[in-house]
């Protein structure tokens, strides 16, 4: 655990989360307890009132908060996660930025803001992962 993890490793590590890659979002950076993540907005992300389907948005959210755990070298699981809806994404993308509030040795915890092309913030998301023993590889 003591190898410096690479923001790139993450990426190529992150590449094997099919559900993401689906979707469409890309990891950004990660690194420190930190994470980027982006999902450029296409129809097939809408819901039926035309609006950014929430599960779309999560789906962001909670790939930068696994990213951002797993930057600390360890496989993380989450045990908890939970998303406010604020207003409307507007613009075709939406960006996710993690960041870490506390991580011990078995539980960490971030917290991840989900803003539009304009910068508002449109969504919060609170993250509780527990830390496993090993270390994650490509």
Known sequence: MGDK???DALKTFFRRDLFAEFVGIELLDAEGGRA??????????RNSIGLIQGGAIFTLADLAFAAAVHSRGQIAVAIHCSI??????KGDLILAEADEVSCGPKIAVYTVRITDTS???ISLFEGMAYRKKESWKL
């Open 36 to 45: 980027k993540a982006r999902l450029r907005l296409k129809d097939h992300h």
């Open 119 to 121: 910068g508002e913030v």
């Open 5 to 7: 993890i690479t923001s």
């Open 84 to 89: 406010s809806y604020l207003k409307a994404a």
